[in-house]
């Protein structure tokens, strides 16, 4: 059974930064796409960014240039570095596991950005 466990979120003030994590307990994990989806209160959850491998990811057009996320194969983690926050970055966090016939999501964290 493929269960995710992500961790990092917080309180943080415009313009900082975090780091959020996925800790993954599967086996073959460099065979997934691994990604991070955000859900804002009353909006629909939305893809933050992907990665397949470090020379393919793909981010939404609201957070380029500002987050970064990467992969350790070894580790079997995910992680997403977030800088210049702004407060429209607020929702909670999803990790995501994909592959043919798999769709696995984590439990979420909150991320919270506000003076």
């Known amino acids: 059974q493929v269960q995710l466990v992500e961790s990092g979120g917080g309180l943080v003030q415009p313009g900082g930064s975090l780091r959020l994590s996925c800790a993954a307990s599967?086996?073959?994990?460099?065979?997934?796409?691994m990604g991070w989806y955000r859900q804002a209160p009353g909006k629909q959850r939305e893809q933050v960014a992907r990665?397949?491998?470090?020379?393919?990811?793909n981010y939404a057009d609201s957070v380029k240039g500002r987050f970064t996320i990467s992969r350790d194969n070894a580790k079997n983690t995910v992680y997403l570095q977030m800088s210049s926050l702004k407060p429209e970055d607020t929702a909670v966090y999803y990790c995501?596991?994909?592959?043919?016939?798999?769709?696995?999501w984590g439990q979420g964290t909150q991320v919270t950005v506000s003076t």
């Open positions: 995501n596991a994909l592959r043919i016939g798999y769709n696995n």
């Open positions: 599967i086996s073959d994990f460099s065979s997934y796409a």
């Open positions: 990665i397949i491998s470090v020379s393919r990811t």
